[in-house]
Each structure stands twice: as C-alpha cells, then as structure tokens.
C-alpha cells in the first residue's frame, strides 16, 4: 500500500509491522515525535504505553483501541488510536494515528487547579458559604457551612435550605445587603449575618453567612453564668429543658468550668428548688468516713458514734444530692450508692430498717467515667444510673469568646468586694488574658482577677498587675510562636536569609537580630 497519502494528513501517522518496526512515518508524526523517528527503526519507548504495548492485543482482537492520554518521549502528551493493518485477512501490523493534546491537557488541568484552589480559599474562610439552585436546593457548601449548621446533620448537599435554616429563598434578605436575621438549625435558633449573591452563571445563589454570638447571661442573680459560646449555650438549654425531669444528670467538664455552679442552677429550675440542695465531694473525704457523711450512722455503731447523725442522702431529702468528684466513690461505696438510686432507700450504719428519701442526683466528675468503667474502677451499672442526661461543659481555652465577659463580670463583683474604683483592663492586658490557656478554666480566671484588682494602683487594670506565670506563659508562647514561624521560613527558602525574610514579610536586617536573639545560626 502507498502510504503517501498521509504526508500531509493533519493527524501524526505510523505504520508498524508486526516486528514494532516503523515503516512509514508522515511529516506530521515527525514534527510531534521530534528527531529519531526513522522508517525501518524501532518503534520502542517514542510512547508511555510502549512498556505494555497493545499491538498483540490490537492482533487478536481484530479491532483497534484508543487511549486519549498517552505521553511522548519527548513529553507531549496525545491522543493515539491503534488500528489493524491487515490485507486479505492477514495481519501486517499496526496504523497509529495521534493528535498533539498537550494544550487540551494544559488547560484542564489549570482547570483543576484552579478548582483546588478555590476549594482551599472557600474551606480557609470561617464564614458559611453555601451555593444553591433558583430553588434553594444545595449544590456545593464549604467546611465551615457544616459547622456553622452543626456537623452532626450529615451532608447538607442535595437538601433545600429551608430544612437546614429554617427560612426559604424567598424568605432571605434581597442580593447584596447583609442582614442580621435568625435561622433555626439543628444547633437551635441562632442569631446570623445573612449575604445573599446571585449567581450570573447558571443561575441561582451564594449565600454566605456566620453566626452572631449573643451573650447568654442566666437570668437568676445568685447563679450568673455567664458565656457566648455557642456549645455551652446549647448545653444550658438542654439543662433548662431536663431540669424540671426528676432524671439524674451527670456533669462532666475540666475543673474550674463550672460543674458546681451548674448542679445549683439545675436544682434552682426544678421544682425542688425550695427544698435542700446538698452537696458532697466524694475526692475530699477519707474514704472510712464517706459511707457515714453520705449514709449517715447511729449511735453506737462505731466507736466515736456517740449519737445518731443523718447522712447527705437524708438531709437533701425533697431537694437535689449533688455527689461532686464521683469518679472518687470507691467500689464498695458504688454498691450501696446504686442499690439507693434502684431502690429509693438506704441505712445508716448500725440501722436495722432500711429509710427512705426521694431526692434528684446530680454527679459531677472531671475524670472519664466512661475510661475508669473500662479500667474496672467504676461501675457500669452506676455509670448508666447516674448519666441518664449527660452534659459537658467546654474548657475555658476552647470559648475564649467568654473571656472579655467573664473578665468584667469578675471586675465588677471584686470592685465592689474590695470597695477599688477600677474602670477596666488595658488592651495590652486583655491580650494577655485572651492568649493565655487556663488550665484552672474559669476558677484560674476569677482568681487572677481578684488578685489584680487587689494590687491594682490605678484606675485601668495593666499588664503589669497580671500574676508573673500568666505574663510569662505568654512570652514563652510568643517566643515559641515566632522562633517556630523563623524556623519554618529558613526550611522553606533552603536556608537562603534573604528569602526567609521575604517569606516572613519582614526586613533582612530584623531577622538577623532576630535569629541572634534566638541563638539560631
Ligand atoms: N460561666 C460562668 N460564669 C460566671 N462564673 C462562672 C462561670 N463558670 C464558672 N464560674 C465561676 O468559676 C468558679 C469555679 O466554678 P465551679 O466551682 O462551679 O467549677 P467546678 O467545675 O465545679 O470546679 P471543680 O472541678 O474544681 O469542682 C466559681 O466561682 C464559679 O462561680
Ligand atoms: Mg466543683
């Protein structure tokens, strides 16, 4: 056959025999292949998919196959089609037929970069940014749309927003004009700043929005809790809404956040609230007297038992128990205490009959009750008794939102304990307290701030009035931060000094004294 009606063909065209030899090769093929491509050479690696070469498979099959993305030796990428070359039922060999694609390539992969790169922009913003049909249906959402509704609702895409917000599209402010409205998502209703964008392309909308923290402040004096976090509020108002229940509740939360000031806000919701609320700490009684503290005793029934005496359990008869630390109850403790919750009655040591008291129990631990359970140092019978209503109270360090709040709160109170005329906190010091991580929570921040009140001079708080380890926990932080970021720099620019200080946005001559400083060399 007369190949040279390919020379001129647009398409780059090889003919193979079945001995992977070229026999023909246009002009075109030569421009895509480059140099080397020579009728009655090889055909060997001119393709990526010469390593498993169909031309046997293209023999067997009697038809050819087509692979849309092959690279060339000299890094093009095509489209080639391998087809049969028979004559009279005899099969010569192969015609490959391929088109230079590298373009098409280039451009859908800019595309999928550019794909990835808005990705990343859209999840790195804290806003919610959710793109729907005319309808209102979701078609794409970023990370933060998830949290922002509450991660536990599972995929939002595909529902109408109407079911996770509780409004329609109709029902949203007008294009461009951000509006503060309430949306109601599974996290219950909450305050949001609204934008809605109309999309030119295709039609539909972007909506993007955050929520608005309002400050939650319980409305009893006595029990001011105070918080902005979206968490906490969502566990005060489970709270508000298993209090008036008789069910037994178990708090769980670091030290300092609160756990006792919640057992009493809960007992003050319940219809108990006149009656007693009676505490005991379970980690701060001597293991032989706790049975006779919590049960009480009768006369005589150990030496030093000179009268009857009744335990917690009676005193909070009609009220609330609140049993704090309760991952300290030791084991036999555990028994008697659950056959009370079981039975409603008990006896006190050296008593015969047993008594019986209606009271509500609230339990308080800073342990993971459910880790001792598995360790066998609590049980898990009790455990279930007791966390019939779980609740958590966050870490200080995970809703620093509440630090400006609780801060003035404390101002106030020990202002007026102390009778000092002290107007605030210098920024710098709010800094400070906001970079600070509270490892005591709450309770660590009350005590700062009564102890700068009580030194305090003048008539702001500064951050000289700050205890030395809040102050000096900050600069090590920010040496940590900043000797780690001058690190990280150097790493990326291949030690090259003139580069980390690009990177860093800051002047050569800064990172010098500043590496000095650091003793890196
Ligand atoms: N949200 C809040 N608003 C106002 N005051 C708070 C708040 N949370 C805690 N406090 C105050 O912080 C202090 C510590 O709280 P509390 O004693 O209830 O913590 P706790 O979790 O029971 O601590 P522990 O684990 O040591 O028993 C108390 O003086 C309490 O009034
Ligand atoms: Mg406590």
């Known amino acids: 056959m007369d190949f040279r009606i390919f020379d001129n063909f647009f398409d780059g065209i090889l003919v193979i025999n079945k001995e992977r030899k070229i026999i023909y090769a246009n002009e075109k093929a030569r421009e895509i292949l480059g140099e080397g491509v020579k ?16 031309l046997e498979l293209v023999e067997e099959e009697g038809k050819g196959v087509q692979v849309y993305d092959v690279i060339t030796k000299n890094g ?3 489209c080639l089609s391998m087809s049969p070359n028979a004559e009279g ?4 060999g192969v015609v490959e037929v391929f088109r230079d694609v590298s373009r098409v390539i280039h ?5 999928k970069r550019q794909k990835e790169f808005v990705e990343v922009i859209l999840n790195s913003i804290v806003e919610a940014v959710i793109v729907t049909d005319e309808n209102g249906n979701i078609l794409e959402h970023n990370s933060s749309a998830k949290k922002v509704l509450c991660s536990e609702v599972g995929e939002i895409k595909g529902k109408n927003i109407k079911e996770v917000i509780g409004l329609s599209i109709q029902e949203l402010p007008s294009e461009g004009e951000r509006v503060d409205l309430y949306v109601r998502t599974p996290c219950g209703k909450q305050k949001a700043s609204v934008l809605v964008s109309r999309l030119t392309v295709g039609g539909g909308y972007v909506l993007s929005f955050y929520v608005v923290p309002e400050l939650f402040i319980t409305e009893k004096e006595e029990f001011k809790i105070i918080t902005k976090s979206p968490k906490f509020i969502r566990v005060l108002e489970k709270i508000k809404s298993v209090a008036e229940l008789d069910v037994n509740i178990l708090i769980t939360g670091e030290t300092g956040t609160g756990k006792t000031l919640l057992a009493r806000y809960i007992h003050l919701l319940s219809p108990r609230r006149e009656n007693p609320f009676i505490k005991i700490n379970c ?19 150990f030496t030093g038992a000179v009268r009857n005496k009744p335990g917690k359990v009676e005193l909070a008869d009609g009220g609330t128990l609140f049993l704090d630390e309760i991952g300290e109850l030791p ?44 360790e066998g140092r609590f049980r898990e019978d009790l455990y279930y008794r007791l966390n019939v209503v779980n609740v958590e109270i966050p870490p200080l360090r995970e809703r620093k939102e ?13 202002t007026r304990k102390y009778g000092k005329r002290i107007e605030g906190i210098t920024p710098g010091a709010m800094r400070i307290l906001l970079s600070y991580d509270y490892p005591g929570n709450v309770r660590e921040l009350e005590n700062i701030i009564e102890s700068c009140v009580v030194i305090c001079e003048g008539s702001l708080i500064t951050e000289n009035d700050l205890p030395e380890d809040v102050k000096s926990c900050n ?10 970021r001058i690190l990280e720099a150097l790493r990326k620019a291949k030690g090259n000094k003139s580069l980390a200080a690009k990177l860093l946005g800051i002047h050569r001559t800064t990172l010098w004294r500043k590496l000095k400083e650091y003793g890196i060399s």
């Open 107 to 111: 451009y859908m992969e800019e595309v």
């Open 39 to 54: 009728e009655g050479g090889s055909c060997y690696g001119l393709f990526s998919i010469c390593k498993n070469c169909p």
């Open 402 to 414: 509440d630090i400006p709040h609780l801060v003035d709160y404390f101002l106030k109170k020990f």
């Open 76 to 78: 093009k990428h095509v």
């Open 331 to 374: 084991l036999h403790l555990q028994v008697k205490l659950l056959h009370f919750i079981q039975e409603k009655e008990f006896e006190r040591i050296g008593d015969l009959k047993p008594r019986k008291v209606d009271v509500r129990i609230v339990a308080a631990t800073n342990k993971n009750l459910k880790k001792l359970v598995e």
């Open 475 to 484: 600069i090590r932080n920010k040496e940590i931060g900043e000797k780690e």
């Open 283 to 301: 980690g701060a009684i001597p293991e032989n007297l706790l049975e006779a503290e919590l049960f009480g005793y009768n006369k005589g029934a």
């Open 89 to 92: 039922g005899k099969f010569l």
